[in-house]
T-cell receptor
Framework: DTGVSQDPRHKITKRGQNVTFRCDPI?????LYWYRQTLGQGPEFLTY????????KSRLLSDRFSAERPKGSFSTLEIQRTEQGDSAMYLC??????????????FGSGTQLSVL | KQEVTQIPAALSVPEGENLVLNCSFT??????LQWFRQDPGKGLTSLLL?????REQTSGRLNASLDKSSGRSTLYIAASQPGDSATYLC???????????FGKGITLSVRP
């Protein structure tokens, strides 16, 4: 168990550019979540996958955001035409469904995005 | 829509003090509740998870309780240490296939 891995740790980009982040979940976990966090706020849900299926997507997520998990393992989050308001920490988490109420989320260290 | 509130936003205590962090939620129909710790610029570390059928969970100096009917949870930290300084976040899940909804967190500072 190597934990949830996110890459890159930091990304600085200019407004209007596209960026892509990668998340590698804990290997046996079938669920993968993306959250966004700004300073002083709790994480805000973006989307989640069970295996390769995207089961829920936040209404706050504009069309510029897209996420994939093509083989049910790693996931990518792409932001097109970045805006300054996209500057935030992007957190990935994974879990294993148990059906017994004890499903814990394990988070990665996040990708800090700064849009200039 | 579930809303999670954590008050106060910040707390400063002297080392050795026992303390309680509060979390309240608006919809009592939850599946589970999880407490996390976050150090500055880092991801979240899971501390304790309480299932909806449970009243409390303990891990070392930490004890979390859940009162679903009143929409409240508390995280008790015994004999606080400077290393406990961090932000503590509470999050609730509405169902087995639901997302976690987070509070804004409480930033704890333990003074030596």
């Amino acid at each position: 168990d190597t934990g949830v891995s996110q890459d890159p740790r930091h990304k600085i980009t200019k407004r209007g550019q596209n960026v892509t982040f990668r998340c590698d979940p804990i290997s046996e976990h079938n669920r993968l979540y993306w959250y966004r966090q700004t300073l002083g706020q709790g994480p805000e849900f973006l989307t989640y996958f069970q295996n390769e299926a995207q089961l829920e997507k936040s209404r706050l997520l504009s069309d510029r955001f897209s996420a994939e998990r093509p083989k049910g393992s790693f996931s990518t989050l792409e932001i097109q035409r970045t805006e300054q308001g996209d500057s935030a920490m992007y957190l990935c988490a994974s879990s294993s469904t148990s059906g017994t109420g004890d499903e814990k989320l394990f988070f990665g260290s996040g990708t800090q995005l700064s849009v200039l | 829509k579930q809303e999670v509130t954590q008050i106060p936003a910040a707390l400063s205590v002297p080392e050795g003090e026992n303390l309680v962090l509060n979390c309240s939620f608006t919809d009592s129909a939850i599946y589970n509740l999880q407490w996390f710790r976050q150090d500055p610029g880092k991801g979240l570390t899971s501390l304790l998870l309480i299932q909806s059928s449970q009243r409390e969970q303990t891990s070392g100096r930490l004890n979390a309780s859940l009162d679903k009917s009143s929409g409240r949870s508390t995280l008790y930290i015994a004999a606080s240490q400077p290393g406990d300084s961090a932000t503590y976040l509470c999050a609730v899940r509405g169902g087995a296939n639901s997302k976690l909804t987070f509070g804004k967190g409480i930033t704890l500072s333990v003074r030596p």
